[in-house]
């Protein structure tokens, strides 16, 4: 779903297609249309539909997600992706159930009476999965003086656009702060503009910064919606050298939906460099969905956000992270494949504190990942010290050229 991506009407696989770990047992499935059926029915009609109406601070709420400007390489322009999304404020009423279940998958007294800090945090997680969304919406930014006209939003109440945004006084580094006129966004809202040359950092989120346990179904439940989210040891140290290093534009990319955009962009903010956070543009329908959405498909959602990222910075050197769970080894090798002028350098986790590991960090996997791939451009670690001299090897390129 968030910045960068077309929006999708896919909705998760059904249970049992490729899955990569074993699904618990699940809710009755969420309903996640508006509240009318006219306005689902309508949305699909696109910007001329004639029924859309401007969202309303009464009834809606907002989402506004951080972004990146780019120049257009024909005119030099300044553009970015400006993604919304849109909540009627009206919710449901059933959401302790939904809490229940989960603290009961992971092992939390589900009653009336049981862990509560727990399970206000899961009420506070889960409910983003649990509101109604709002279709056929529109909205106007706000930003440096101007005014961008956003929407309709589609069936799943996304907005997804490309704007021309403000360029006098603006270079690489600067930020603002867009504001969407008549909301007040829960979240702050960054935009940065990044020149065409540099440093761009790519890094997925879950077991590499994050520790998630996307190996396990009941890993997932309990670091996505129960536990105070923890960084990996080392790791933010290390992305803050390598931004003292390599001065890198980041981006986020992770397979977790769309609804995880607070927690995890509240999580960033806190604790590592600020970036645009790339999530998967669709929600799930039951709990089996939301296990999925970590693990299916992965290979092809990254290489697909990436291509996107490249389009817009194909100028930029580009130092991908990533670990040993799912597919990012082999999404990482395909784009070097592609684009080796692109590509500069990979560093993968090896993670090894879930069950199953085994097979998926044997070396084997790794030099089949990395075919092509010059043998001093990608390593793999479980101690991130031994990470410095890698990215201080790379930030010499700087001296060079």
């Known amino acids: 779903m968030a910045t960068p991506t077309e929006i999708s009407t896919e909705q998760p696989p059904t249970q049992g297609e490729d899955a990569e770990s074993t699904t618990p047992t699940s ?27 401007p969202a309303d601070a009464t009834k809606n709420s907002v989402w506004l997600f951080d972004n990146t400007a780019y120049q257009n390489g024909d005119d030099g322009q300044w553009q970015a992706e400006v993604v919304a999304c849109i909540f009627e404020k009206e919710g449901r009423d059933d959401v302790g159930k939904f809490v229940a279940n989960i603290a009961d998958q992971v092992g939390i007294d589900g009653e009336v009476g049981g862990n509560t800090v727990a399970r206000k945090r899961i009420e506070e997680r889960v409910r983003p999965f649990l509101d109604p969304v709002s279709p056929t919406k529109t909205l106007t930014l706000l930003e440096s003086e101007q005014t961008h006209a956003l929407g309709p939003s589609d069936s799943n109440g996304i907005i ?75 790791m933010p140290e290390f992305y803050k050298h390598v931004h003292a290093e390599l001065n890198p534009t980041w981006f986020y ?9 607070p927690f995890l962009h509240g999580f960033l903010h806190s604790t590592y460099c600020p970036g645009t956070l790339v999530l998967r543009d669709y929600s799930w329908l039951d709990l089996s969905g939301l296990i999925k959405s970590f693990t299916e498909k992965t290979l092809e959602y ?72 010059p043998r001093h451009m990608w390593t793999v670690f479980e101690d991130p010290e031994k990470l410095y001299g890698f990215v201080d090897g790379l930030g010499m390129e700087d001296q060079v050229l």
């Open 27 to 53: 809710p009755p499935p969420l309903e996640r249309r508006g509240s009318g059926f006219l306005n689902f029915f309508t949305s699909i009609l696109g910007a001329k539909n004639p029924l859309a109406q």
């Open 302 to 373: 990254k290489v697909d956000r990436m291509e996107k990222i490249r389009r817009w910075f194909p100028r930029r050197r580009v130092l991908c992270i990533g670990d040993s769970t799912q597919k990012d080894p082999e999404a990482y090798g395909d784009m070097y494949r592609k684009y080796p002028d692109w590509v500069h350098a990979i560093i993968i986790r090896k993670v090894t504190y879930v069950q199953g590991m085994e097979e998926k960090n044997k070396d084997e996997r790794f030099e089949a990942a990395f075919k092509d791939v």
């Open 253 to 261: 990319l992770s397979a977790s939906p769309y609804n995880l955009y």
């Open 160 to 234: 997804s656009q490309t704007v021309n945004m403000a360029s006098e006084g603006m270079s690489d580094g600067i930020s603002v702060q867009p504001q969407v006129q008549g909301f007040s966004l829960a979240m702050p809202t960054n935009t940065l503009f990044a020149a065409p040359e540099g440093w761009l950092v790519i890094s997925d989120i879950d077991d590499t910064i994050k520790i998630t346990q996307t190996s396990e179904s009941t890993g997932i439940l309990r670091t996505t919606f129960v536990d105070d989210p923890q960084p990996t040891p080392g």
